[in-house]
């Protein structure tokens, strides 16, 4: 009796076991299982997809025509044979080889000095105590509010008076920090910056900018490089200001050197996508180059946030 007793007991019990286990094995499959979309999915990524390369598709089609083939209708959808010729004429009219290495110095001046700056004001904002720093904070949300075009007469004012119009530092100055990336740094850092680990460190003897440096900045990078890479797009193509304070015969950036195309009683729309396509081309290389660890920064943020 004793052992028909022992051997039913253990029998469930061995049977429970198996089912926990089969259990969990069943839970990890599940877990580490890839998700797959349908062809719905697929179907509106492709138009998603076809849809956000057709403005550079057509731009390269119209770099690739004559004026006279444009303006026909219907318009021309596929390639021409006048590429390499209309590229050359935008190339020489428009200056396109100082114009890019001029966007190219305002560009990585003005977004290494908005990642710089806006990480300093946003980690002070998030993290360090000061009086009026609420009031602060809504002064500088509230410039976002204020209109461009209000701040370009005194800004011009500003400029001609120290005697840098036509002159690159009159474009990167006036845009070193934005608003927007302070409030941008300071909502990541509140959240992605512990205060027990600053605090750790000023415990270790570490100096202010020991804890910037070795603290804030390595928790700031997703979101610096985000911010980086926004900055960098918007310096790029920035035309209202530049071509304000900028001439194409001094120092144009791209897009002021692209304006130069368009003039004359009947502007050659093809020369003029051509210059276009030559002025989009260094975005579309970076971000061939680095848009891994773009999207890795973005998604890195997106966890810690």
Known sequence: ??????????????????????????????????????????????????????????????????????????????????????????????????????????????????????TLAGFAFAKLRFRFRGLLLLLVIGTMMVPPQLSVVPLFMVVADLGWTDQLQSVVLPTLVSAFGVFFMRQYLSQALPTELIEAARMDGASSWRVIWHVVFPAARPAMAVLAMLTFVM???????????????????????????????????????????LGTLPLLLAFVLFGKQIVGGIMQGAVKG
């Open 1 to 118: 009796m004793t052992t028909t007793l022992s051997t039913g007991s253990r029998e469930p019990a061995a049977k429970g076991t198996e089912r926990t286990r089969g259990a969990g094995r069943t839970g990890k499959r599940g877990a580490g299982r890839q998700l797959h979309g349908g062809k719905v999915t697929y179907a509106v990524l492709i138009l998603f997809t076809v849809g956000s390369l057709f403005p550079l598709v057509w731009t390269a089609i119209a770099a690739s025509r004559d004026n006279t083939r444009l303006a026909q209708t219907p318009p021309p959808f596929w390639f021409g044979g006048n590429l390499f010729k209309n590229l050359e004429i935008a190339w020489t009219d428009a200056n396109m080889g100082t114009a890019l290495l001029n966007t190219l110095v305002v560009a990585g001046s003005i977004t290494v000095g908005t990642v710089l700056f806006s």
């Open 235 to 277: 310096a790029w193509n920035d035309f209202f200001w530049p071509i304000i304070a900028l001439t194409q015969e001094g120092e144009p950036t791209v897009q002021v050197a692209l304006a130069g195309l368009g003039r004359g009683t009947i502007p050659d729309q093809s020369v003029i996508m051509a210059g276009a396509l």
